[in-house]
Structure formats: C-alpha cells, structure tokens
C-alpha cells in the first residue's frame, strides 16, 4: 500500500511498510510476545533480564526504557 510518506532511507521504508501489513517478525523467545521492529523487541526483553540501564541522576531510581526514566524525572 502506498500512504504517500516518503523517507530518505530505504530501512526506514521497510520498517514503515510493517505497519501496514501488521507483520510483526521478531519474536520473544520468553513469552512469545511479537514486535514489528527489533528494537522494541530488545527493550521488551527487559522484563524478562530485569535489566535497567537507565539510572536517575539525582535519585539512583533505575528504568528499563529511557521514555520512563523522562517521565520519572519530572517528579524532582
């Protein structure tokens, strides 16, 4: 399907497509989640690790995703 976006590179296009087509090809290996793009697939799999690579500078407080870790700071 054509939407009419363009984009200046060509994986930007492909990611773009998925949205269309609703294919979601990575695949959580620990609860068979399904993401469209391998990055979101990564930062689910955070719940899984418990991995938090994103710390709070002035509390120590840690995030899995840098999104929550903003949101949490406005709270200083």
Same mark, same amino acid.
């Given at each position: &399907?054509?939407?009419? @976006?363009? /984009?200046?590179?060509?994986? %930007? *296009?492909?990611? =773009? !497509?998925?949205?269309?087509?609703? #294919?979601?090809? /990575?695949?959580?290996? +620990?609860?068979?989640?399904? /993401? ?5 697939? %990564?930062? !689910? =799999?955070?719940? =899984?690790?418990? #991995? @938090?690579?994103? %710390?709070? &500078?002035?509390?120590? @407080?840690?995030?899995? +995703?840098?999104?929550? *870790? *903003? @949101? !949490?700071? /406005?709270?200083?």
């Amino acid at each position: &399907p054509d939407c009419g @976006k363009s /984009f200046s590179w060509r994986s %930007a *296009l492909t990611r =773009h !497509h998925l949205t269309h087509t609703g #294919e979601r090809p /990575f695949t959580c290996p +620990d609860c068979g989640q399904c /993401f469209s793009q391998r990055g979101n697939l %990564a930062v !689910h =799999h955070r719940i =899984h690790t418990g #991995e @938090k690579p994103f %710390a709070c &500078p002035d509390c120590g @407080k840690r995030f899995s +995703d840098r999104s929550t *870790l *903003l @949101k !949490h700071r /406005f709270t200083h």
